[in-house]
């Protein structure tokens, strides 16, 4: 063979809902026909012949043009490539510890206790996840850094075909930390002005997160930021949205409060849906999302793992566990019930924006009513409502 051709050592197959290449660094899916799957197949196995260079030609030029493909030779990690259950599990948010060095007044996972995921069972399940084709993991606490094993966690957790993501309040992302942390991106919360960030986050927060943001983004790492409506923040959107642009940062997600952990003993923070869905539909950007699983509700393709060990349907739901990571993590994605669109409220009222939205967060709709089923209130005002809601609201 007169050239040989590698793919890129960020690239990877992932057969989800349909045949794609998946980058880690960009967060990018692109879909594949059998064509394409047969190259690249080929190409991960070293057994393109000369012919395949003539045969796909087309495909060459465009995975050079992409920067998917190159003619060095690259280190590269080899993950179980199988088919993965229906719906898939792209979303591992992955709690490893209930740690934390701030008491933020609305923190949805409520005490601060001295209790960690053990390393070894992180491996495992990232290994089983990255088996199950999973495409991010969102590392999350508590405060992920100050997990008791941190450095060895960070030390492992580049051996998985998977997109790393830290969150964190930022306060303890030292230059040091920095120059070892092996994640493609860190989502900071930024949650208003310094008046506004730190009425939730307390004094002398507000600069260090920025700080935090500012270090990161200078070590090249892409950098996301997450703001919470809460009703000290709600004269700062402005001048917070002209401050994130200007930092440059990959992603800006604005979302409403849910009643839940340190809220419930909070309360004078919590802004109704009708305000709070205005500054939704006006704030944030997002910079891609996923083609998903059609006909599901929010959470389709993700799993929560708590840091005592259980799995929910997310994040929120720690006090209804569906079963523990000893089970194995297959077996607690086909336990997880899905919800349907049709089974839904909005569905029986035809609402257009139900295949946007996909009727916003289960758990938010429930707090809101008490029914599985029912709306996510500031969603709807978040879509600007449709005309057959409006009298029920």
Known sequence: MSCKYYLKENFFIKLIEFPSLYNIKTDEVYSMDERAMEFFIKLTHKSLKDKDLINFSDLINFCLKEDIITEKPQVRLNPTIRQSPIPSLRYLELQITKRCNLKCKHCFVGKRENIDLPAEKISKLLKEFEDLQGLRVLITGGEPLLHKEFDRINNFVGNYAIRKILFTNGLLLTENRLKSLNVEEIQISLDGMKEGHESLRGIDTY???????????DKGFQVSVATVIHKKNLTEFEK????????????????????TGNLRFNQEFFVEPKVAGKIMRRYGFINQQHPRAEGYACG???LAIFASGKAGFCSFYEEEPIGDINEGLENLWNKKKQILLTELECSSIKCPFLNEC????????????????????????????????KDSL
Not at 363 to 371: C, D, G, Q, T
């Open 358 to 389: 996909f009727g916003g967060c289960r758990y938010r709709a429930f707090s809101l009513s008490n029914k599985i089923n029912s709306r996510d209130v500031f969603k709807c005002y978040q879509m600007l409502l449709h005309e057959n809601c």
């Open 300 to 302: 389709v393709h993700l």
């Open 240 to 259: 917070l949205e002209e401050l994130v642009k200007n930092l440059g940062v990959r992603e800006w997600t604005v979302d409403a409060l849910t009643m």
């Open 207 to 217: 600069h260090k997160a920025l700080s935090a943001i500012k270090r990161a983004l």
